[in-house]
């Protein structure tokens, strides 16, 4: 895990996102219809997803190493980056309900999308009171990994198999124009994929934050 | 492979006749999914439109598989898990235990359907695509809820913790299973409601194939 513990990625996280921000509020972005000027939200809150599905893909993937290797090093980081993968679906929450409000009239629409994440959220709820409701540690680890695996298979269904089968109001779906395809010119995708990249570092930052900080817990008990 | 088949045979017949033998926990499921309709009866007085009926049915199908699922595993001693433990391939444990739930789920289906024509109007056009779904749907709902009951039961936790766990990882199963009831209900032509079946069978798959990777690294202890 020097990784971790390397500083050169949390620059680039942190100018990614500074270069996020300044071009998020002063950039030049195609005038459209309806969207106006919440278009800016593009890097503020499909960016929340982006970074929520990597921390959730460490989920699961942190919870099958840790089924084969035991180590409850690995269960740990399993279990922040549930957490991190929560507050950064909070957080794309809360931006898509501003937007939404401006764009679609209410800030909660019946949408496949929005039913998609409302449930993933609930999962990761569910997800933590397993884990509050077993003691063992190994026991725990166990079984938390376990669902999470199951619950990542059948989040992604949910998230990306569903939507495309029924009418959605984001674009892309159910016969709505896809982004690329009339709004989301040259100049915005120079800054919506490092906005991804910035905000995805940034929430495996915050994880690994948690993760030293709980390993350092672990050697004071020890002692 | 032929000992895993024989295995398999023998832990469901294991089941059903444990079930019958002690009649009391099938007959508290009926009582349990017939006055849960009959509630729905009584506070609508109505005859119910096809959306709240579906909606209804499957709520109570969701409810009543859960009550039925929950003890799948609770029920055994720690003993018997024990000796399971030495004797049997864990893998086999889960299908056979998936299998006797979705038997008995679809019979249950069945039953509900039967009250529910009873109770309420049955405003089904095309009653074996529904009866396909049904099916379908008992299937998901017991596969997802016996892994689920596996969960719990290693917790050592109460058995209302099988609702909170297994709900969410339904929602995806419910929907499909829903929509492609409506329109069995609406009576559309088969290519119309094939892509959700398909959906159905291929959820459903996914489900078993997790249970069997998985459920092994549950059952060491």
């Known amino acids: ?223 | 492979m032929n000992t895993a088949l024989n295995q398999y045979f023998k832990l469901v017949s294991h089941e059903i006749r444990l079930e019958f033998k002690n009649k009391q926990a099938l007959t508290s499921l009926l009582v349990y999914s017939l006055a849960t309709i009959f509630i729905a009866y009584i506070s609508y007085r109505t005859a119910l439109d096809p959306i709240t009926w579906n909606a209804l049915f499957w709520i109570i199908m969701l409810f009543a598989a859960t009550n039925a699922i929950a003890r799948s595993f609770l029920q055994e001693s720690r003993g018997l898990q024990l000796f399971h433990y030495i004797l049997l391939n864990p893998s086999i444990v889960i299908l056979a235990k998936t299998s006797y739930n979705i038997l008995l789920l679809s019979v249950l289906g069945i039953i509900n359907l039967l009250a529910f024509s009873l109770f309420f109007a049955l405003p089904i056009e095309n009653l074996m695509q529904f009866i396909g779904g049904l099916f379908l749907g008992s299937f998901g709902l017991s596969a997802v809820l016996t892994l689920v009951s596996g969960i719990v039961s290693k917790a050592h936790s109460q058995a209302a913790l099988v609702a909170i766990l297994g709900f969410p990882l339904l929602f995806p199963l419910l929907i499909t299973i829903i929509k492609f009831s409506n329109l069995a209900i609406s009576g559309v032509d088969w290519s119309v409601n094939q892509p959700n079946f398909l959906l159905l069978i291929a959820l459903n798959s996914i489900i078993v194939a997790l249970s069997f990777l998985l459920f092994p690294y549950l059952w060491r202890d």
């Open chain 1, 1 to 223: 895990m020097t990784i971790a513990r390397s500083w050169w990625w949390k620059i680039g996280a942190l100018l990614l996102l500074f270069y996020t921000y300044y071009e998020g509020f002063v950039g030049e972005v195609p005038r459209m219809p309806i969207l106006n000027e919440t278009i800016r939200n593009l890097y503020f809150h499909v960016t929340m997803w982006m970074a929520m599905l990597v921390l959730m893909i460490c989920n699961a993937f942190y919870g099958i190493i840790y089924l084969n290797k035991s180590d409850l090093y690995h269960d740990l980081v399993a279990e922040e980056s549930g957490r991190m993968a929560m507050v950064f679906g909070i957080a794309g929450l809360l931006t898509g309900m501003v937007w939404a409000n401006y764009t679609w009239g209410a800030p909660w629409v019946n949408d496949p999308q929005l039913n998609g994440t409302a449930a993933s959220l609930l999962i990761y709820a569910a997800y933590f009171i397993l884990r509050n409701a077993v003691q063992d540690d190994h026991k725990r680890a166990r079984l938390a990994a376990v669902y999470g695996i199951f619950a990542f298979v059948m989040m992604i269904v949910f998230i990306m198999v569903l939507p495309k089968m029924t009418d959605s109001l984001h674009p892309g779906k159910g016969g709505n124009p896809g982004f690329n395809k009339y709004d989301l010119d040259a100049n915005m995708r120079m800054v919506f994929y490092p906005a991804v990249l910035g905000w995805t570092l940034l929430g495996v930052w915050m994880m690994s934050l948690r993760v030293r900080i709980k390993k350092l817990e672990w050697i004071k008990d020890d002692q």
